[in-house]
C-alpha cells in the first residue's frame, strides 16, 4: 500500500532550525506530487509547500517562503522539508502527503484525495 512516514520534528528556539523528512513506500516520487501541510491548535489546516511528481517544480505558501525549502531524494524515496529561522508561529502539527490524481502540484492547495502521513509535531518557542 501507499505510505508516509514523517518524522525530524521537535522543539526548537526562535529563530532555530529543524529539516523533516518524508518516507514514501508503495510508490516513486515520480508519479504523486507531495505536499507538506500544517495545523496549529485553534486554527484550520493549510498547505505549506508542494513538489511536483513530474519535474520537481516546487511552491510555498507566503508565509514561508525564502525560509522553507522543499527537497528530495529520489534515490532515497524522501521528501524533505527545510525549515530555517523557525518562528513561534510555525509551531503546529506537520503532515506530508501524497496527491493521488496525479504528479503535478495546485500550488500548496490541499489535495482532493490524498495518502496522509501520521505527522510530526514543531513546537518553536519564544
Known amino acids: 500500500q501507499l505510505q508516509l512516514v514523517e518524522s525530524g520534528g521537535g522543539l526548537v528556539q526562535r529563530g532555530g532550525s529543524l529539516r523533516l523528512s518524508c518516507v514514501a513506500s508503495?510508490?516513486?516520487?515520480?508519479?504523486?506530487?507531495i505536499g507538506w501541510f500544517r495545523q496549529a491548535r485553534g486554527k484550520e489546516r493549510e498547505g505549506v509547500s508542494c513538489i511536483s511528481g513530474r519535474t520537481g517544480t516546487t511552491y510555498y505558501v507566503d508565509s514561508v517562503k525564502g525560509r522553507f525549502t522543499i527537497s528530495r531524494d529520489k534515490a532515497k524515496n524522501t521528501v524533505y522539508l527545510q525549515m530555517d529561522s523557525l518562528e513561534p508561529e510555525d509551531t503546529a502539527r506537520y503532515h506530508c502527503a501524497a496527491d493521488l490524481a496525479g504528479p503535478n502540484c495546485a500550488g500548496t492547495q490541499l489535495p482532493a484525495l490524498g495518502s496522509w502521513g501520521q505527522g510530526t509535531q514543531v513546537t518553536v518557542s519564544s
Open positions: 508503495g510508490f516513486t516520487l515520480d508519479e504523486y506530487a
